[in-house]
């Protein structure tokens, strides 16, 4: 699992052998959710509710950085870190 960003205790990750629609995932103790890039909605899983906002604000900041990491998962190509939310 390639580690993007990490903040507050979530891990955020991008699959290689991944689908569409574009999306990265959410880690928090044992709970994961997958979030889509393109509305920023929950696709899969679950999170508490405070996570899942810490996860949204920071994902809207960097939107076009996910969008980026997206493409290079499609080109098998390195991903780039992504500064945590502070």
Not at 28 to 43: G, K, M, N, P, V
Not at 72 to 82: F, G, N, S
């Amino acid at each position: 699992m390639p580690e993007i960003s990490r903040f507050f205790g979530i891990v955020i990750a991008m699959y290689f052998k991944e689908h569409a629609p574009p999306h990265f995932h959410a880690k928090y103790e044992e709970q994961r959710a997958a979030f889509s890039i393109l509305d920023l909605r929950i696709i899969e899983g679950s999170l508490p509710r405070r996570v899942t906002a810490l996860v949204l604000e920071w994902a809207y900041e960097h939107r076009d950085e996910l969008m980026e990491n997206w493409k290079r998962v499609e080109r098998r190509e390195d991903l780039l870190a992504i500064e945590p939310l502070e």
